[in-house]
């Protein structure tokens, strides 16, 4: 893809995350982009996953361009007016909490719950297993476990987001009826939905509080309540939620391939989930 020229002067900043940040137009309202901070091929990639995506029919915003301001890669979308994240909606109302935690779990129920064209997106197992080659951090006897497991764990032929925080699940609202959409789409796969759901967990419950309240604008006590309620809502009142939580804490632990991949760093605290259960 070409990428077609923008002036950025005449957008303003809206917002921020690990890989990139997004611009609204100052005299357009249905149009916003995002700007990588760094002029790799996640931009193109991304780009084409937002549109396979949209055309199968998951709620997500609609893709436009390949866009340049000249030094950086980025993607023009349709913007959606008066949107807002899930963790941005619990920030600013935290007594609604659970309510946002229980729709945002009825989103994944849906999500996870639909068949993709195994065809055109990339299998879960796949993914990882290109992510765990090129993480510098693992030794090569804890990649060799780390591989084992992912082999071995459960396929499916349903879509994962791949990078499931609650920040990439947004909705608008226009009298008083939420219309849910997902963003940040260039970790689209399928496979087994618990690949998606450790993520869930790791952003609500093992941060600590500077980081919730500087990448999620809530305190670390909203988003324990936020997964209590989430999982109670995703997985049902009967499951039994000690079970759960010894396989979410294993996919939370391998969700560290995509952090340590963004922030380019060792992050301990999240692999310590592998320890004594991978390797």
């Known amino acids: 893809m070409k ?25 357009d309202p249905n149009i916003m982009v995002k700007i990588y901070f760094r002029n790799f091929e996640s931009a193109e990639k991304e780009l084409e996953l937002a549109q396979k995506v949209y055309e199968a029919g998951i709620p997500t915003p609609e893709p436009g361009d390949l866009i340049t301001d000249g030094e950086r890669l980025g993607i023009r979308f349709h913007r959606l007016v008066g949107k807002r994240s899930y963790s941005r909606a619990c920030g600013d109302e935290p007594e609604r909490t659970e309510e946002y935690a229980r729709e945002f779990a009825q989103l994944c129920k849906r999500l996870h719950a639909t068949e993709v064209d195994t065809a055109k997106f990339e299998c879960v197992k796949d993914h990882l297993y290109g992510l765990l080659e090129e993480n510098p951090f693992f030794t090569a006897e804890q990649k060799k476990k780390i591989h084992h497991f992912i082999e071995n764990a459960p396929d499916a032929k349903t879509a994962i987001h791949g990078d499931l925080q609650f920040s990439n699940g947004i909705f608008t609202e226009e009298n008083g009826v939420r219309t849910p959409y997902f963003i940040d789409l260039g970790d689209f796969c399928y496979g087994y939905p618990m690949f998606d759901i450790g993520m869930v967990y790791l952003c609500s419950c093992l941060n600590d509080e500077t980081w919730m309240q500087e990448v999620f604008h809530m305190s670390l006590a909203t988003g324990h309540r936020f997964w209590n ?12 939620m000690e079970k759960v939580m010894e396989e979410v804490k294993i996919y939370a632990g391998l969700k560290t391939l995509i952090i340590e991949r963004d922030t380019r760093r060792a992050m301990p605290q999240f692999r310590a989930l592998l320890e004594g259960t991978i390797y």
């Open 3 to 27: 990428p077609i020229f923008i002036d950025l002067n005449e957008y303003e900043r809206s917002g921020e995350g690990a890989n990139g940040a997004s611009y609204n137009h100052k005299t």
């Open 229 to 240: 309620a989430f999982a109670i809502e995703y997985f049902g009142e009967d499951a039994d």
